[in-house]
């Protein structure tokens, strides 16, 4: 099978949470309380996509990937919240864990890179948690830099350390 990416519509967001829900269980699990994973389900995610779908599809986009009938990543770009004008985000990037290694990852990285450089802005930025190596270096391998800044968000019930990456668009 070949993958494709595709905008999502509403129909997918409850799938997209399951997916979510079991993308941070797998990439997370190392450094963060199971107790704290499992507080997002894939239900809970799935209410929360489809609640953020109401109020942000008009500045955001949201790409899925299927592998045949599977939907097996996703990826959300939009404004950054701290420099709108700036900034272009990379809000997230989630595959199933069992499509690590195939490049899909880095399908979906390029063409939100691509969105957010049609979609005018000529710098990105986005979130990695800190104590995530595999994604650091993922992105790292893509272009991107931590720039310094920081902040605390929730994950789950736990609260976890980010660092901001950013990059030059193509």
Do not use: C
């Not at 829900?21 to 507080?39: C, G, K, T």
């Not at 809970?44 to 008009?58: V, Y």
């Not at 009938?69 to 595959?95: C, K, N, Q, T, W």
């Not at 990695?128 to 650091?136: E, F, G, H, I, Y």
């Amino acid at each position: 099978m070949t993958a494709v990416l595709r905008p999502a519509t509403a129909d997918d967001l409850m799938t997209v949470g399951a997916l979510h829900s079991r993308s941070r269980q797998n990439a997370y699990r190392d450094f963060l309380p199971a107790e704290a994973l499992a507080a997002d389900s894939g239900d809970a995610l799935g209410q929360w996509w489809s609640e953020r779908w109401k109020w942000e599809r008009e500045t955001h986009l949201m790409t899925v990937l299927e592998d045949g009938e599977r939907l097996v990543g996703f990826s959300y770009v939009g404004p950054h919240e701290l420099d709108p004008v700036g900034y272009g985000e990379l809000s997230a990037i989630h595959l199933e864990p069992d499509q690590r290694g195939r490049g899909l990852g880095r399908a979906l990285m390029i063409d939100a890179l691509d969105t957010l450089s049609r979609r005018g802005w000529s710098r990105a930025a986005l979130w990695v948690l800190t104590d995530n190596k595999p994604a650091r270096e993922f992105y790292r391998r893509g272009g991107w830099t931590a720039d310094g800044i920081a902040r605390t968000e929730h994950v789950g019930s736990a609260l976890a350390a980010q660092l901001r990456y950013v990059r030059d668009l193509p």
